[in-house]
């Protein structure tokens, strides 16, 4: 069966700092993979998404970057991070049946 | 359409009753459409799905009703239990299109 990993699970970083946020896939060969932020109470915001390894499709101007290195591993970056990064950051990996799965969230505290 | 600055609103329901949650879709040529669950502090669960060529579909508990006439999509939950306050979100998606288009979501509330 497919799971999906992110990870840390928590983070707080001071404004300024660089960031890395993971997120794997198992179970699965070539998916679509997604990076979407959520604030606290509202809905979710897609930041980013992948067709294939090295193709990032950016979705809203903004301090983050994508990559993926391999076929089942996506990163969310920065290198100096606002207040206003901080979130729920969910990752998601799209089957071929078009059903799209999410992962466990990093939750980001930018102080 | 986009609608992630905005407060979810909010679905009571006493314990026992039926839920229905309702959302309306964007695309009338979205084909796929998807139920989400999403409790504090976890990512969306995905509950059940539906392909345009049924109005009716159901699992434990949970029935998904389509409306392709007025693009309206709802999620009734019979038998409402604790475990069921979560926040609701529908999906839709054209085929062969890479970007599944979230809802702006409800939050279901159980009263005792």
């Known amino acids: 069966s497919q799971t999906i990993h992110q990870w840390p699970a928590t983070l707080v970083q001071p404004v300024g700092s660089p960031l890395s946020l993971e997120c794997t896939v198992e179970g699965t060969s070539n998916p679509n993979l997604y990076w979407y932020r959520q604030a606290a109470g509202r809905g979710l915001q897609l930041l980013f998404y992948?067709?294939?390894?090295?193709?990032i499709s950016s979705e809203v101007p903004q301090n983050l970057s994508a990559s993926r290195p391999q076929d089942r591993q996506f990163i969310l970056s920065s290198k100096k991070l606002l207040l206003s990064d901080s979130g729920f950051y969910l990752c998601?990996?799209?089957?071929?049946?078009?059903?799209?799965?999410f992962g466990p969230g990093t939750r980001l505290l930018v102080l | 359409g986009e609608s992630v600055g905005l407060h979810l609103p909010t679905l009571s329901v006493q314990e026992g009753d039926n839920s229905i949650i309702n959302c309306a879709y964007s695309n009338s040529a979205s084909d796929y459409f998807i139920w989400y669950k999403q409790e504090s502090g976890k990512g969306p669960q995905f509950i059940i799905d539906?392909?345009?060529?049924?109005d009716k579909r159901q699992g434990q508990r949970v029935t998904v009703l389509l409306n392709k006439t007025v693009k309206h999509l709802s999620l009734q939950i019979a038998a409402t239990q604790p475990g069921d306050s979560a926040v609701y979100f529908c999906a839709e998606n054209e085929g062969g299109n890479d970007k599944i288009i979230f809802g702006k979501g409800t939050r279901l509330h159980i009263l005792p």
């Open positions: 992948s067709v294939g390894i090295g193709q």
């Open positions: 998601a990996w799209k089957s071929v049946w078009e059903t799209q799965y």
């Open positions: 539906i392909r345009s060529n049924m």
